[in-house]
């Protein structure tokens, strides 16, 4: 009698508290004279590169890393409503990137930062640490695998059989199905919305206050079992 196989696909998810926040911020000045442009943005560069320097710590934060290296001067000749080209416009951008461990720091930085004149705060992305991504990829591909388990155990039930043995585990679609090839794999899925709240200090001043949402992480396996 020829041996049983099912074949059947197991995931997991799991949502994990961010530990990483990497904030991006940009100064960009213009105006009609180019020296005067690129002396602004100097200023307001140095500005805000003092204000992640006085929180930069490797270990222990609250910034652990952050970088400058991207600088760009370009100039423009807009054109009016009525057709005529107009002087040259000068432009200086300078872009910053910082990782914070500590929020409350973070948020005390984006006020701080924000006020300083042509500084704009981008976006800010959260994550986890390296320690912490190993151990939920491990967590979520165990949790996968029994997921399959008990799907193969289910069917082979159900038409009389009691015992599956694993014969093959592999990403979506390395079984001979490619209708889901692309979506395997552990991987961590951050969802980058920023939720913004009003909070007031002791003296009923508006401070900014950060609630990261939380990080999924997510695999899926195929799996091929033998059922007696």
């Known amino acids: 009698m020829a041996d049983t196989i099912i074949t059947v696909q197991g995931e997991h998810s799991a949502w994990y508290p961010a530990e990483r ?6 100064v960009h000045a213009y105006g009609p004279k180019r020296d005067d442009v ?16 006085a929180l930069h710590d490797t270990e222990a934060g609250p910034v652990t890393w952050w970088s400058s290296d991207s600088v760009r001067v370009w100039s423009e000749r807009p054109w ?7 002087a040259p416009v000068f432009h200086a951008a300078i872009d910053f990137t910082a990782k914070f461990k500590d929020f409350e720091a973070l948020a005390g930085w984006v006020e701080a930062a924000a006020g300083i004149e042509h500084v704009t705060v981008g976006h800010i992305s959260w994550d986890l640490t390296e320690v912490t991504k190993t151990s939920a990829n491990d967590e979520v591909r165990e949790k996968a695998v029994q997921d399959a388990v008990a799907k193969a155990t289910v069917l082979a039930r159900s038409i009389g059989l009691q015992s599956v043995t694993a014969v093959a585990l592999a990403d979506p679609g390395m079984l001979g199905d490619p209708s889901d090839a692309a979506g395997g794999g552990a991987f961590p899925a ?3 919305a920023m939720m913004k709240s009003q909070a007031f200090d002791s003296v009923g001043a508006p401070s900014l206050a950060l609630k990261p949402e939380e990080i999924a992480v997510a695999f899926v396996v195929d799996a091929r079992f033998v059922a007696k």
């Open 190 to 192: 951050p969802r980058m």
């Open 21 to 26: 926040a990497t904030a991006s911020a940009g």
């Open 38 to 53: 690129f002396t602004r943005a100097v200023i307001a560069s140095d500005a805000v590169r003092n204000s992640i320097e």
């Open 80 to 86: 009016n409503n009525e057709g005529k080209q107009l």
